[in-house]
């Protein structure tokens, strides 16, 4: 899965805390980045570097909502559900959006294009109710209509092998400048 | 040491006591959850809440946890008065609308802290009407049966399961509203700890699966303490029974043996009792009469061949069935031996004879280093869960093993190099190299060289699988310690729970005498009680059978001497009946029986029954026998009182000093067990399901494997076996060629084999074989 010298990269990173356990998120954030999500191959080379068992990982894959365990779509859309974006009709975007795609919640839409998920406050409460697209696109002031015509716009986007889609990418940039 | 006041009652507290904790041990009626005497405080419940009092005068009240609040003298808490009731009800009321109330069907309801907190609390009325969260329930494995939605996330789960028993199998998942407590995949916990789960829950999220299918209520089930009698330890035990048969067992706390805790083999062994082919009716010839018949045709076999009679007990029997055999062998002009083996009784008594300053568990939690010897998990599981808590803290704990143990697992994931793998034979060497004060070679010389003067270290052995040797070179390290001002206690893990009364007995009545006595054929009517000399790991008794003419078996187990008894004798366990039991520290614990199994005889019955002796005068004359015995005036059975091991077994570490065979080109038989596996516990059917290793396979290490040109296409043949007497043993799986599995924890030259195939083969725990012994066959086809 990894390169030798990432590999070297991931064990230089965890040898520099004193616990080799603290380095756990930033190995699942790696192998996150390289495959889209958290395969059982991937936990068991986080096992091998930090000594956490499967079920350890597996509760800090679940605790932080940034680490996925299943896989996603090309795009992965997070809808605030949190009070001013309830307070903003967030249900019925869902809804709207589990409509459109047609399929529940953290399932990829049948055509690949999207998964959609809950998300806690965004910080976007003046742009209520709000989503964030790949973790970087903010999508304001939704309403059914317009989270309809986003939707179909990610699904018509071409589908480009060289954008990995979401995720902050640690390895290869700030990571890497900031570790090495 | 200061008071402080709650509700204006006055409560003294030690320094760095909290507030909870000195109220509860006032004996306040404090409410709480997620606080436990051995896991600490977690503040995750809030259900210690209490109001305390302003100080100074414009100051308001406030509300404080107190299971997070540092006990100060002279602070005065609300916790009825104030509005800490209040909210400790909303608290209540709040874990209650996650909660299905569905106490009628619950396993745990009348033991539930959850309903007795609800009740303290007067939340009475439920106002909530929205939707409940709901999960899944995870299968896990035939001893604990889960209800996740029971759940009310005080943590004590994973603060037990991870944090105090190093378990790495089962964890808390998401967070907030969703959090839940499971282990990633289906099926039984790793740990040998995972039966705490049941009793640390103080809701219906873990139940016993193993009493849920004989369930009773918790009120009609006859109680009391009692001795575990599954291993050395002796924890205290609170065994349940209803209607003639075991339900449950749980732990019955004592701060001088088990503080809080027992083993899966405590708490699920016992139920060897209830086992389907238990003896449960007295049998002669294969037909079942009543007792006091079969006890009459007993007695005519014995006045009959009186003069040629042996009674053949084991150290998993306690004291006083002992005694009761050894009257009535003497009564007969028989012979007597509470231990199957020579070998066995042999290690025993030097184990116990070099033993120092014997550690109990709470000194093995407190220490400041350890080394251990042997297989520990799988021999005294407690005495693993007090080394873990060394771990814990970071102290060094060094492992010397021939076989996979768990605890070696432990060791290994945070410090490989404290883990020293070798055979057996080569345990001795390898001791003495642990001081630098001898001429250190391979090892690591000089353990706990950066520990300072003053400082106390343990050091644990298992019995079983050390020779004499070993165990001397173990006593001589201690003296190395000791000559650097560190404090060392040595003891060791024996084999069967009641392994120091037997040797204290032994010391009367030694098993070489009978054994002896029977190969020459001066006995033979042979009587049996909780032994198996002709089954499982008793290679020198097997030569002996043609010699017995007659055999009467009193056992409460369907063992193989059993299948093969002309007599036979339904036996009570030791929740069943009364006893005394010697632990491996020494210590004297007598126990009741907790419920009555009717049909059941006790060795006293037999007694009574065979030579006579009134119950009362027997157990007279067993305290003034064990006065005199072990020079102990006012005798209490209570465990507060142990026994000098040193004086008690002086002079018996020399017998039979086994010259060590230091040959390169052979191999040596290690045991092969787990935690569950001891001679009882074995029976036990829920436990037994899960045993990790299986029967007839030779696991061995890579490295052996190559040496010896094995591989997954070959099979491995064991040749002859030979006993102390070089006499050949005719077993059925001599000649049966075994597959083998590839095993990085076995060290290297051993070939470990549970119990079951050690049968088969007739090789006796740590018999060395010539490697031109062994033979290779290729797999058919």
Same mark, same amino acid.
């Given at each position: 899965?990894?390169?030798?010298?990432?590999?070297?990269?991931?064990?230089?990173?965890?040898?520099?805390?004193?616990?080799?356990?603290?380095?756990?998120?930033?190995?699942?954030?790696?192998?996150?980045?390289?495959?889209?999500?958290?395969?059982?191959?991937?936990?068991?080379?986080?096992?091998?570097?930090?000594? @956490?068992?499967?079920?350890?990982?597996?509760?800090?894959?679940?605790?932080?909502? @940034?680490?996925?365990?299943?896989?996603?779509?090309?795009?992965?859309?997070?809808?605030?559900?949190?009070?001013?974006?309830?307070?903003?009709?967030?249900?019925?975007?869902?809804?709207?959006?589990?409509?459109?795609?047609?399929?529940?919640?953290?399932?990829?839409?049948?055509?690949?294009?999207?998964?959609?998920?809950?998300?806690?406050?965004?910080?976007?409460?003046?742009?209520?109710?709000?989503?964030?697209?790949? =973790?970087?696109?903010?999508?304001?002031?939704?309403?059914?209509?317009?989270?309809?015509?986003?939707?179909?716009?990610?699904?018509?986007?071409?589908?480009?092998?060289?954008?990995?889609?979401?995720?902050?990418?640690?390895?290869?940039?700030?990571?890497?400048?900031?570790?090495? | 040491?200061?008071?402080?006041?709650?509700?204006? !009652?006055?409560?003294?507290?030690?320094?760095?006591?909290?507030?909870? !904790?000195?109220?509860?041990?006032?004996?306040?009626?404090?409410?709480?959850?997620?606080?436990?005497?051995?896991?600490?405080?977690?503040?995750?419940?809030?259900?210690?809440?209490?109001? +305390?009092?302003?100080?100074?005068?414009?100051?308001?009240?406030?509300?404080?946890?107190?299971?997070?609040?540092?006990?100060?003298?002279?602070?005065?808490?609300?916790?009825?008065?104030?509005?800490?009731?209040? &909210?400790?009800?909303?608290?209540?009321?709040?874990?209650?609308?996650?909660?299905?109330?569905?106490?009628?069907?619950?396993?745990?309801?009348?033991?539930?802290?959850?309903?007795? $907190?609800?009740?303290?609390?007067?939340?009475?009325?439920?106002?909530?009407?929205?939707?409940?969260?709901?999960?899944?329930?995870?299968?896990?494995?035939?001893?604990?049966?889960?209800?996740?939605?029971?759940?009310?996330?005080?943590?004590?789960?994973?603060?037990?399961?991870?944090?105090?028993?190093?378990?790495?199998?089962?964890?808390?998942?998401?967070?907030? %509203?969703?959090?839940?407590?499971?282990?990633?995949?289906?099926?039984?916990?790793?740990?040998?700890?995972?039966?705490?789960?049941? /009793? &640390?829950?103080?809701?219906?999220?873990?139940?016993?699966?193993?009493?849920?299918?004989?369930?009773?209520?918790?009120?009609?089930?006859?109680?009391?303490?009692?001795?575990?009698?599954?291993?050395?330890?002796?924890?205290?035990?609170?065994?349940?029974?209803?209607?003639?048969?075991?339900?449950?067992?749980?732990?019955?706390? %004592?701060?001088?043996?088990?503080?809080?805790?027992?083993?899966?083999?405590?708490?699920?062994?016992?139920?060897?009792?209830?086992?389907?082919?238990?003896?449960?009716?007295?049998?002669?010839?294969?037909?079942?009469?009543?007792?006091?018949?079969?006890?009459?045709?007993?007695?005519?076999?014995?006045?009959?061949?009186?003069?040629?009679?042996?009674?053949?007990?084991?150290?998993?029997? /306690?004291?006083?069935?002992?005694?009761?055999?050894?009257?009535?062998?003497?009564?007969?002009?028989?012979?007597?031996?509470?231990?199957? #083996?020579?070998?066995? =009784?042999?290690?025993?008594?030097?184990?116990?004879?070099?033993?120092?300053?014997?550690?109990?568990?709470?000194?093995?939690?407190?220490?400041?280093?350890?080394?251990?010897?042997?297989? +520990?998990?799988?021999?005294?599981?407690?005495?693993?869960?007090?080394?873990?808590?060394?771990?814990?803290?970071?102290?060094?704990?060094? #492992?010397?093993?021939?076989?996979?143990?768990?605890?070696?697992?432990?060791?290994?994931?945070?410090?490989?190099?404290?883990?020293?793998?070798?055979?057996?034979?080569?345990?001795? !060497?390898?001791?003495?190299?642990?001081?630098?004060?001898?001429?250190?070679?391979? $090892?690591?010389?000089?353990?706990?060289?950066?520990?300072?003067?003053?400082?106390?270290?343990?050091?644990?052995?298992?019995?079983?699988?050390?020779?004499?040797?070993?165990?001397?070179?173990?006593?001589?390290?201690?003296?190395?310690?000791?000559?650097?001002?560190?404090?060392?206690?040595?003891?060791?893990?024996?084999?069967?729970? %009641?392994?120091?009364?037997?040797?204290?007995?032994?010391?009367?009545?030694?098993?070489?005498?009978?054994?002896?006595?029977?190969?020459?054929?001066?006995?033979?009517?042979? $009587?049996?009680?909780?032994?198996?000399?002709?089954?499982?790991?008793?290679?020198?008794?097997?030569?002996?059978?043609?010699?017995?003419?007659?055999?009467?078996?009193?056992?409460?187990?369907?063992?193989?001497?059993?299948?093969?008894?002309? &007599?036979?004798?339904?036996?009570?366990?030791?929740?069943?009946?009364?006893?005394?039991?010697?632990?491996?520290?020494?210590?004297? !614990?007598?126990?009741?029986?907790?419920?009555?199994?009717?049909?059941?005889?006790?060795?006293? %019955?037999?007694?009574?029954?065979?030579?006579?002796?009134?119950?009362?005068?027997?157990?007279?004359?067993?305290?003034?026998?064990?006065?005199?015995?072990?020079?102990?005036?006012?005798?209490?059975?209570?465990?507060?009182?142990?026994?000098?091991?040193?004086?008690?077994?002086?002079?018996?570490?020399?017998?039979?000093? &086994?010259?060590?065979?230091?040959?390169?080109?052979?191999?040596?038989?290690?045991?092969?067990?787990?935690?569950?596996?001891?001679?009882?516990?074995?029976?036990?059917?829920?436990?037994?399901?899960?045993?990790?290793?299986?029967?007839?396979?030779?696991?061995?290490?890579?490295?052996?494997?190559?040496?010896?040109?094995?591989?997954?296409?070959?099979?491995?043949?064991?040749?002859?076996?030979?006993?102390?007497?070089?006499?050949?043993?005719?077993?059925?799986?001599?000649?049966?060629?075994?597959?083998?599995?590839?095993?990085?924890?076995?060290?290297?030259?051993?070939?470990?084999?549970?119990?079951?195939?050690?049968?088969?083969?007739?090789?006796?725990?740590?018999?060395?074989?010539?490697?031109?012994?062994?033979?290779?066959?290729?797999?058919?086809?």
């Amino acid at each position: 899965m990894f390169t030798p010298d990432e590999l070297t990269h991931l064990k230089q990173h965890v040898n520099h805390y004193p616990e080799p356990r603290a380095g756990a998120i930033y190995c699942l954030y790696a192998v996150q980045d390289k495959v889209g999500h958290i395969n059982d191959k991937g936990i068991e080379i986080v096992t091998e570097l930090t000594g @956490l068992s499967k079920t350890q990982q597996e509760e800090l894959i679940s605790f932080y909502t @940034l680490l996925r365990r299943r896989p996603i779509g090309r795009n992965v859309l997070r809808i605030c559900d949190s009070i001013s974006c309830h307070v903003m009709g967030s249900k019925a975007i869902l809804d709207a959006a589990i409509k459109q795609t047609g399929v529940p919640i953290g399932e990829i839409s049948k055509d690949g294009s999207v998964t959609v998920l809950p998300s806690i406050c965004l910080g976007l409460c003046n742009k209520a109710p709000a989503a964030l697209l790949n =973790e970087m696109d903010e999508v304001e002031n939704l309403n059914v209509h317009s989270i309809n015509e986003y939707l179909n716009k990610l699904s018509e986007k071409p589908h480009d092998l060289n954008n990995k889609g979401s995720g902050s990418n640690i390895i290869a940039t700030s990571g890497r400048e900031n570790n090495s | 040491m200061g008071k402080f006041y709650i509700d204006d !009652q006055e409560v003294n507290f030690e320094p760095g006591q909290n507030v909870l !904790q000195a109220a509860l041990k006032a004996g306040i009626n404090a409410p709480y959850f997620c606080y436990h005497e051995a896991l600490g405080s977690a503040g995750a419940c809030r259900m210690c809440t209490m109001e +305390l009092e302003p100080t100074k005068e414009g100051e308001n009240s406030r509300l404080v946890v107190t299971c997070l609040q540092a006990a100060q003298d002279g602070q005065r808490y609300r916790l009825n008065k104030g509005i800490g009731d209040h &909210v400790r009800q909303g608290v209540v009321e709040y874990y209650m609308t996650r909660h299905p109330h569905d106490c009628p069907v619950c396993d745990e309801a009348g033991d539930c802290q959850l309903q007795d $907190m609800t009740i303290l609390s007067h939340h009475t009325y439920r106002r909530f009407k929205g939707a409940k969260r709901t999960y899944m329930d995870q299968p896990m494995g035939p001893l604990i049966y889960n209800t996740a939605n029971r759940c009310i996330t005080c943590y004590r789960c994973t603060r037990f399961y991870q944090d105090y028993a190093l378990g790495d199998d089962f964890g808390v998942y998401a967070s907030g %509203n969703r959090t839940t407590f499971r282990r990633s995949e289906e099926g039984h916990f790793d740990s040998p700890f995972s039966g705490n789960l049941i /009793d &640390v829950c103080p809701t219906g999220t873990f139940t016993d699966k193993v009493f849920r299918r004989k369930f009773s209520r918790t009120w009609q089930l006859e109680k009391n303490e009692s001795i575990c009698g599954h291993c050395s330890v002796g924890c205290h035990t609170e065994p349940g029974g209803r209607d003639n048969s075991l339900r449950r067992v749980h732990p019955f706390p %004592n701060t001088k043996v088990n503080a809080h805790f027992i083993c899966d083999r405590g708490r699920f062994g016992e139920h060897f009792s209830e086992a389907n082919d238990r003896p449960l009716s007295a049998q002669i010839n294969g037909v079942v009469v009543d007792n006091q018949k079969a006890l009459d045709h007993i007695k005519d076999i014995l006045t009959k061949s009186a003069g040629r009679i042996g009674i053949l007990s084991s150290p998993d029997e /306690d004291v006083s069935c002992h005694y009761a055999l050894a009257n009535i062998a003497e009564h007969f002009n028989g012979l007597f031996s509470p231990f199957v #083996m020579p070998q066995t =009784e042999d290690r025993t008594a030097a184990a116990l004879a070099l033993s120092r300053n014997t550690p109990s568990l709470t000194d093995i939690e407190t220490a400041d280093g350890a080394i251990i010897v042997g297989a +520990l998990t799988e021999t005294a599981p407690m005495m693993d869960l007090a080394v873990r808590q060394l771990i814990k803290a970071g102290k060094t704990v060094h #492992m010397l093993h021939a076989s996979p143990t768990l605890l070696a697992d432990i060791v290994r994931k945070q410090h490989p190099d404290q883990i020293h793998q070798a055979a057996p034979k080569n345990w001795a !060497q390898i001791i003495s190299s642990f001081d630098a004060s001898h001429e250190a070679e391979e $090892m690591g010389p000089n353990l706990f060289a950066n520990l300072d003067t003053g400082k106390r270290i343990i050091i644990l052995g298992v019995a079983v699988e050390m020779d004499i040797a070993s165990m001397h070179a173990l006593h001589d390290l201690c003296q190395a310690f000791e000559n650097k001002q560190l404090t060392v206690q040595l003891g060791f893990a024996l084999n069967g729970a %009641n392994a120091t009364g037997s040797a204290m007995i032994s010391a009367q009545y030694p098993s070489k005498q009978l054994l002896d006595a029977v190969r020459k054929k001066e006995i033979d009517t042979l $009587m049996v009680c909780g032994a198996d000399p002709f089954g499982f790991g008793a290679a020198d008794w097997l030569p002996a059978r043609e010699h017995i003419k007659q055999l009467i078996v009193f056992d409460n187990v369907n063992s193989p001497t059993l299948q093969i008894a002309d &007599v036979i004798l339904p036996h009570a366990t030791w929740s069943e009946r009364r006893g005394i039991s010697i632990n491996y520290e020494g210590r004297i !614990q007598g126990f009741n029986h907790a419920y009555q199994r009717a049909g059941t005889l006790t060795a006293v %019955n037999l007694a009574t029954a065979l030579i006579g002796i009134s119950a009362n005068n027997f157990y007279e004359q067993q305290h003034n026998n064990i006065e005199t015995l072990t020079g102990l005036n006012e005798l209490h059975y209570n465990g507060c009182q142990c026994l000098n091991l040193h004086t008690q077994f002086e002079g018996r570490a020399e017998a039979n000093q &086994v010259s060590i065979d230091t040959n390169k080109d052979s191999v040596q038989v290690v045991r092969l067990t787990w935690h569950g596996g001891s001679n009882k516990a074995s029976y036990a059917t829920a436990l037994a399901s899960i045993k990790p290793w299986k029967d007839n396979i030779i696991y061995l290490h890579p490295d052996t494997a190559k040496r010896l040109q094995l591989n997954a296409e070959t099979k491995l043949k064991l040749g002859n076996p030979t006993n102390a007497n070089d006499n050949p043993i005719n077993r059925s799986g001599m000649d049966q060629a075994f597959p083998i599995i590839l095993n990085d924890n076995v060290a290297v030259d051993c070939l470990a084999l549970t119990r079951t195939t050690l049968h088969h083969v007739g090789h006796l725990v740590n018999a060395i074989i010539p490697i031109d012994k062994l033979s290779i066959i290729a797999k058919e086809g």
